[in-house]
């Protein structure tokens, strides 16, 4: 699902270089979809991700939050039961989120797949069910955004990139991601990370 421009290293990495490898070096065959260029202002990505139905979408976090605070308004119009039903399905999908990051046990708490299946929903309105790779770059995103998130059962990882390093130089998996990292080295790429004296910035 391309909306950023193809001058932005994001978009042109995703929507245009990943296809061309993906179509190139698997079986696999590649679709992609262009929004509207008011899509973002009018709000209305989220129609587009409905016919689209995305296997891959990245969302700078501005797009994560404004979706997010849709959904919850739409949460927070149901009736006293599905607010109650909603409620514990997240709380069981959040649980098993944390624990699927660094650290965690990757323990599923009772009745999980049930969780899945009311959340199941949720993403089939906001036409994310088919994705498989959801990523955020471009700017810091929120720790609660990534959590409310992983209460759909939907995992963000983030990724952090510049024009100046061809795309994403970090990036998180979903084997091995946490929330508020921007991830580890991508294949082929060396990271320096500066330790800089907090009284004087030029040293």
């Known amino acids: 699902m ?8 994001a978009g042109l990495m995703i929507d245009i270089v990943f296809q061309l490898c993906t179509s190139a070096f698997t079986p696999a065959n590649q679709a992609v979809f262009f929004a509207r260029p008011y899509d973002i202002k009018a709000n209305s990505i989220k129609d587009r991700l409905g016919i689209a139905r995305p296997s891959c979408f990245l969302g700078v976090p501005l797009v994560w939050e ?3 605070d849709k959904i919850r308004a739409i949460g927070a119009a149901g009736s006293a039961t599905q607010q109650k039903v909603g409620n514990w399905a997240k709380g069981t999908n959040v649980e098993y989120a944390r624990n699927i990051q660094v650290g965690g046990t990757g ?5 999980a797949c049930l969780a899945e299946k009311i959340m199941h929903k949720v993403k089939v309105g906001l036409g994310l069910d088919n994705m498989k790779i959801a990523i955020t770059g471009a700017a810091p995103i929120r720790v609660d955004t990534l959590e409310y998130y992983g209460s759909l059962g939907i995992f963000i990882n983030e990724c952090y990139g510049m024009s100046e390093s061809t795309g994403a130089c970090t990036v998180s998996i979903d084997q091995c991601h946490e929330w508020g990292s921007c991830g ?7 990271i320096r990370a500066f330790l800089v004296d907090h009284q004087d910035f030029n040293k």
């Open 2 to 9: 391309s909306y950023l421009p193809l001058s932005h290293i």
């Open 66 to 68: 404004k979706m997010a």
């Open 107 to 111: 323990a599923k708490g009772g009745c």
């Open 184 to 190: 580890w080295e991508a294949p082929g790429t060396q």
